[in-house]
């Protein structure tokens, strides 16, 4: 038989265990309700999780994407707009199979992670808007979400006239607003429209982050059944994932010990907010 590419994810915390079993218990549902995703390759034990001898590494091997991986940097993804259809297609599946794994799993989706329990809860500390805190307790608008779908987090295909994505990644899926998926994938376009290219900044030529979005709410929108999304709660949870950027790269540049293949990507991102605020201080002409 042929070789068979598959994805090994090693995480070196004992006590994610309980989190990764949920995480692939979730991907094995979106896989048999029709969402594109990779799913965990069960052991010969049948276990979809398993931990080395000594206990430190939680290990799960995951089927590889179908499609082809995106050059961030040629940003087909921002100027063609059948992959901004594509992302709000594929969140609007993956919401609508979500709300059916939390009533048929209640105890699974329970325990999953709140959005702001995540990256060392940064996020604790940010206001949020009374309307949507209201809406938390709303299943049919607050749920489970991905919470990183971008470039990187993807293969595509071309399918007709349209493109079909096969998302990978799903270490953040934790329960938010449904709009703070449309926000994540939103804040790539908003990044290269105000900042430029990743990290040499320079302006993208037909970078439209008005039309990006426009165009995932309405692959969104277009799925049977999908709710319709409240736009201004997406503006305002943009702005959430703006304050997300500037606090997590503050921090980890106050904290030190930056990874190497991460320093140059967050030293940016904090001169680029640097650059930001300067300019919203100075005075409207």
């Known amino acids: 038989a042929g070789a068979t590419n598959v994805v090994v994810r090693v995480t070196p915390d004992a006590d994610a265990r309980q989190r990764c079993e949920d995480e692939c218990a979730f991907l094995a549902y979106c896989r048999r309700n029709g969402v594109d995703c990779c799913a965990a390759i069960a052991a010969t034990s049948g276990a979809l999780v398993v931990t080395s001898r000594d206990g430190a590494l939680v290990v799960s091997v995951f089927e590889y994407a179908r499609g082809s991986p995106v050059n961030f940097a040629e940003y087909t993804w921002l100027r063609d707009e059948r992959y901004g259809v594509a992302h709000g297609r594929w969140l609007a599946q993956l919401h609508a199979v979500g709300r059916r794994f939390a009533a048929e799993h209640a105890y ?11 990256h060392a809860g ?6 949020v808007d009374a ?7 709303d299943g049919a608008r607050y749920g489970i979400i ?3 779908l ?4 993807y293969f595509a295909r071309e399918d007709g006239d349209a493109v079909q994505l096969c998302v990978f990644d799903f270490d953040q ?6 709009e703070l998926d449309i926000a994540q994938t939103a804040w790539a376009a908003v990044m290269v429209v105000d900042f430029g290219t990743p990290v040499a900044g320079t302006p993208v030529d037909g970078a439209d982050a008005d039309k990006f979005v426009d165009a995932v709410v309405r692959g969104y929108e277009a799925v049977a059944d999908a709710p319709r999304v409240d736009r201004d709660r997406l ?7 703006r304050c997300f950027y500037e606090s997590f790269c503050r921090r980890a540049q106050r904290e030190g010990d930056i990874p190497a293949d991460m320093a140059a990507f967050i030293n940016w991102i904090v001169a680029a907010f640097d650059k930001y605020r300067a300019q919203q201080q100075q005075p409207q002409q």
């Open 131 to 137: 309307r949507d805190r209201a809406d938390e307790a």
């Open 122 to 127: 940064v996020m604790k500390t940010i206001a």
């Open 108 to 118: 699974i989706a329970q325990r999953m992670r709140a959005w702001d329990e995540l």
């Open 173 to 178: 899926v934790c329960r938010g607003w449904y």
């Open 146 to 148: 991905h919470h990183d």
């Open 235 to 241: 503006t305002r949870l943009i702005e959430n994932r």
């Open 150 to 153: 971008n470039v990187s987090n």
